[in-house]
Nanobody, 124 residues
């Protein structure tokens, strides 16, 4: 089992920045693919970004490309999401997810463990 705990969410004005963190514990391995998804009110959960175990490969949704940066620190079993130039449409609950094997994917069905989520609210 892997436990994931997100932090760093909050309320920010449009154009501002936030940095989300997700700490993994339990049966953690540095080869896990780690990712962020989000779910806005009344909408389906959607992929945001993912990073390979080495950090050498990343993948972003078009809606966040150039504004968000995913990174990880395997020594701390933590993945980060730096969010800049935030927009009201970025308002959502952000979830951290981990995949135990395989490559980067934007399919939520391929991720094995999920955090409880952290709320991000961007005011206009």
């Amino acid at each position: 089992q892997v436990q994931l705990v997100e932090s760093g969410g909050g309320l920010v004005q449009a154009g501002g920045s936030l940095r989300l963190s997700c700490a993994a514990s339990g049966r953690t391995r540095s080869y896990y693919v780690m990712a962020w998804f989000r779910q806005a009110p009344g909408k389906e959960r959607e992929f945001v970004a993912a990073i390979s175990w080495s950090g050498g490969s990343t993948y972003y949704a078009d809606s966040v490309k150039g504004r968000f940066t995913i990174s990880r620190d395997n020594a701390k079993n933590t993945v980060y999401l730096q969010m800049n130039s935030l927009k009201p449409e970025d308002t959502a609950v952000y979830y951290c997810a981990v995949r135990g094997w395989g490559g980067i994917t934007d399919s939520e069905n391929r991720y094995d463990y999920w955090g409880q989520g952290t709320q991000v609210t961007v005011s206009s």
